[in-house]
């Protein structure tokens, strides 16, 4: 029987150092880095009225009211509007 205990602890004490060998060989890899804004061109980004209206602390009916007046610039996805960015902004900086 002893011989038998003694099989065991050695087998157990190998499985033991595999593990830690296959831990130690693990590679640790930074996570991939995301795309942000500031990498996408700043004239290709479209907001919702109401992302526009938040930017110039506006409601949402003068949005339309200015879109109606010429004063932003839109843009026709199917049945949906949206405004370029630089437009916005350039109102919100006082261009317009």
Request: net charge positive.
């Amino acid at each position: 029987m002893a011989s038998a205990d003694r099989r065991r602890a050695i087998g157990h004490t190998s499985i033991a150092a595999e593990f830690t060998a296959a831990l130690a060989a693990i590679e640790v890899r930074a996570p991939k880095q995301q795309d942000t804004r500031a990498d996408v061109d700043k004239d290709s980004l479209l907001l919702s009225d109401k992302e526009a209206a938040r930017r110039l602390g506006v409601s949402r009916p003068t949005i339309l009211r200015r879109s109606k007046a010429g004063c932003l610039e839109t843009v026709w996805i199917g049945r949906v509007t949206r405004f370029r960015a630089v437009s916005v902004d350039r109102i919100a900086t006082g261009g317009a």
